[in-house]
């Protein structure tokens, strides 16, 4: 997959394309049954399949005192579209501007001339242009004029898997990972930079990684314990990780800490990806630290046992 910045940057290619559009924030389920129409359809027609996105998402944008968190950065976006098997990714910036051409001007500007899209794949429910106020039908009239070929993808389709970023944020901000996971397809993840922290995990006899994630954008799921795994320098690890403040030791800043099962190495400075596998309790302020190193001692029993299921 080819990931271009803009469309300015993909216009100078000569190719035609099949073309779907959106955020895609999680890429989940729902999603992937457009993706997969899109790249066989592709593969068929002698095509390059290309999604467009937009980077900020347009609510962010438009709506300034929204407070709408996403289920990927833009880098775990590419990331697991890349695994799809697209040949284009476009990036375009989202700006006010843009959001004011009007429907003409999307489709003939950037769909037609730009991208030379012979055809496109869409979702039953997408709108376009200035303030959304064209549809499928007016997609479809589009295509009728300007050459290109419109192939909706149904409600039933897609309301099948009954799958939402919304209801995935949902359930990530009540702590239930397992139906997060399951309406993803994959374990959701975070991926931040290993920063120092205070060192009372090691103390404790639980030494913790740090997470910090620079994109306050990113959702971080309900505080609590979770079983995780990563991959460091090429090797599977498994671990758990505490999202909270610490009351125990009177901590005052949120933060993100994992303790790796048999690992021992510097991860700091480290770009670090933690898939979230299993949620096994919620944080607590215990009375002593003697209280809070025997529950930590509980936590790894059970992670490893829900590891080895």
Known sequence: MTTIQGISQFSKNLFQTAVTIGTFDGVHLGHRKILERLTNNAKKNGLKSTVLTFFPHPRMVLQKDTDIKLLNTLDEKIQILESIGLDYLIIHPFTKDFSRLSATEFVRDILVNSLKTKKIIIGYDHRFGRNRNANIQDLIAFGNTLDFDVEEIPAQEIDEVSVSSTKIRNALLDGDITTANSYLNYPYMLTGTIKRGKGLGKQFGFPTANLHIPE?????????????????????????????????VSGKEKS??????????????????????????????????????????????????????
Do not use: A, C, W
């Open 216 to 248: 306050d954008y990113k959702l971080i799921p309900k505080n609590g314990v979770y079983v995780v795994k990563s991959t460091i320098d090429g090797t599977e690890y498994f671990g758990m990780m505490n999202i909270g403040f610490n009351p125990t």
């Open 256 to 309: 993100i800490e994992v303790n790796f099962f048999d690992f021992e190495g510097n991860l700091y400075d480290k770009k670090l990806q933690v898939s979230l596998l299993h949620r096994i309790r919620d944080e607590h302020k215990f009375d002593s630290i003697e209280e809070l190193q025997e529950q930590l001692k509980q936590d790894r029993v059970q992670s490893l046992l829900l590891i080895s299921k």
